[in-house]
C-alpha cells in the first residue's frame, strides 16, 4: 500500500488535495512504534531540540487541540459509532485503529485507561507548566436540537473530560462541547463554566451546526459575557465522516460570533477545501477556505477576536500553497495559536519531514532527529517540527506557542 492509497483508506486525503509532490512511500512506515521507554536524555539534550526550545515559555504553552478519545470501556461515558469498529465500514474502521495506534491506546477492554496514561506521560517530558486541553465532543443533533446518533462519529462527555483534567491538574484543561441547537445548551454552558472549561469546541460538519444560524444568538451571548473563546473547525473536514456537509466549515459563517464580541479560534486555519465567498451572495465565487479566514483577518474590527490554530497544518494533505501562506503572513502570527491535533501526530503516515527536506523548509539532520523523538513522543514531535520549520526565512514566533493568554487571562506570568 503506498501514501496515496493509505490516505484515501485513513480518508483524510482532502480530495486529493495537497498530496501530490510528497514522497510516495511514508518516511517512517505506517504504523507508530510506540515506545513506552522514557525519552532518552541524549535525545532531549540535542542541540537542535534545544534550539528549537529556545526562547519558549512553558508555562504559557497550553495545547488548545488535543482530543480525547475511547471507547467507553472504563465507565466514561465515551460512545464510538459502531461503524469506527465494524469492518463493513472499512474507511471509519481503518481511521478508527489508527488513532487508537496513534495514541498507543491498548485496542483491547482498557482503552480509555491507556489512552490517558499514554498522554500523561509524553506531556510529562515536557519542562513544567506546558499544559494540553482535553477537548470533550458532542453529538450530531437535528435541527429541532435532537441527538442523532447514527450521524454521530463519537461522543466524549464533558464530565469525563472534566474529571481527566482535574485528575491532572499540574498537565490538563479541559474543553466543554455543547451544540448550540440543544434545548438545554444554556444551561449546559453556564454549567461548563462555573467547572472552568477554558473553551467551547465545535466541529460543524460532523455535528450539524451552522455558525450563523440565529439559534446560535443566545449561546454566542453568554460566551461573550464571560470571556470563553469558540473552538471551531474550518475548512473542510476528512478526519471524520463528515457527510454532505462540508459548507458548514465555511469560516465565514462565523461572522455572528465575531459579532457578538466571542474570540473565535479557527482551527487549522481553515486550510483545506472551499467554499462559496458567502459575503458575495449564495453565487458568489468558489473560494479557498484559507482565503475566507484571510478575509476576516483582514477587518480590524476582529482584531482583538479572531485567532487561527495551526494544528494539523503541517499534515500532508496540506497544499503546498496554503501551508506556507500561514508561515509566511507575518501580519498573522501574533493571532495564531498553538494547537497538535492530538493524538493525530501520531499517525506516521499523514507526515513527512523529508518532504520538508526536499523543499528546503529542514536540514537533513533535523528530520533524523525529529523521526527519533516522534517515535518517543509524537506530541514533542509536533512543536519540535512546527519550531524548526522556516519557510522563505520566515519562522513561527514564539509568542504563537504561549497560547494560555488567550484562555486564562487573568493568570498570565
Known amino acids: 500500500m503506498d501514501r496515496r492509497h493509505f490516505l484515501a483508506a485513513l480518508g483524510i486525503t482532502g480530495l486529493g488535495v495537497g498530496v501530490s509532490g510528497y514522497r510516495w ?49 472504563n465507565n466514561s461515558g465515551i460512545w464510538v459509532n459502531p461503524n469506527m469498529r465494524s469492518i463493513w465500514s472499512p474507511i471509519q474502521n481503518v ?14 477492554d482498557n482503552v480509555d485507561h491507556t489512552f490517558v496514561q499514554r498522554l500523561k506521560k509524553i506531556i510529562n517530558e515536557f519542562p513544567p507548566g506546558a499544559k494540553v486541553m482535553l477537548l470533550a465532543f458532542d453529538y450530531h443533533h437535528d435541527n ?27 498537565r490538563f484543561e479541559w474543553v466543554a462541547s455543547i451544540h448550540p441547537y440543544r434545548l ?69 459563517l462565523l461572522r455572528n460570533a465575531l459579532e457578538a464580541g466571542v474570540k473565535v479560534v479557527v482551527a487549522h486555519c481553515a486550510s483545506m477545501g472551499s467554499n462559496t465567498d458567502i459575503d458575495k451572495g449564495k453565487y458568489g465565487h468558489e473560494t479557498k477556505n484559507i482565503e475566507l479566514f484571510g478575509k476576516l483577518m483582514k477587518q480590524e474590527k476582529y482584531r482583538s477576536l479572531l485567532y487561527g490554530d495551526i494544528s494539523a497544518i503541517t499534515q500532508i494533505n496540506r497544499a503546498q500553497d496554503v501551508f506556507e501562506t500561514i508561515y509566511t503572513h ?15 501526530p501520531g499517525v506516521m503516515p499523514v507526515f513527512s519531514p523529508l518532504t520538508s527536506v526536499d523543499r528546503g523548509y529542514i536540514s537533513q539532520h533535523q528530520a533524523e532527529v525529529l523521526s527519533k523523538v516522534r517515535k518517543h513522543n509524537p506530541l514533542m514531535f509536533d512543536i519540535l517540527y512546527k519550531r524548526m520549520i522556516a519557510v522563505k526565512g520566515k519562522k513561527l514566533t514564539n509568542e504563537i506557542f504561549h497560547t494560555r493568554k488567550l484562555f486564562d487571562p487573568e493568570k498570565i506570568s
Open 184 to 252: 438545554d445548551a444554556i444551561d449546559a454552558l453556564k454549567d461548563a463554566i462555573k467547572k472552568n472549561t477554558r473553551a467551547i469546541k465545535w466541529l460543524p460538519q460532523a455535528m450539524n451546526i451552522d455558525p450563523s444560524s440565529a439559534k446560535c444568538k443566545a449561546f454566542y451571548q453568554v460566551l461573550a459575557d464571560n470571556n470563553i473563546p469558540l473552538i471551531s473547525h474550518g475548512g473542510d473536514e476528512h478526519a471524520v465522516d463528515a457527510g454532505e456537509m462540508q459548507a458548514l466549515g465555511n469560516p465565514l
Open 25 to 73: 512511500w511514508p518516511d517512517e512506515g505506517f504504523w507508530n512504534p510506540c515506545h513506552n521507554d522514557t525519552m532518552p536524555q541524549k535525545l532531549l539534550d540535542h542541540e537542535l531540540v534545544q534550539e528549537a526550545f529556545e526562547g519558549l515559555n512553558f508555562s504559557q504553552l497550553w495545547d488548545n487541540h488535543a482530543h480525547l478519545i475511547g471507547t467507553g470501556d
Open 144 to 170: 429541532n436540537g435532537q441527538i442523532i446518533k447514527g450521524q454521530s462519529p463519537f461522543h466524549t462527555p464533558n464530565n469525563y473530560a472534566e474529571k481527566i483534567a482535574n485528575s491532572f491538574p499540574e
Open 95 to 108: 481511521q478508527f485503529l489508527f488513532y487508537l495506534n496513534a495514541s498507543c491506546a491498548d485496542n483491547s
Open 330 to 344: 507575518d501580519e498573522w502570527h501574533d493571532r495564531l495559536i498553538y494547537g497538535s491535533d492530538y493524538p493525530l
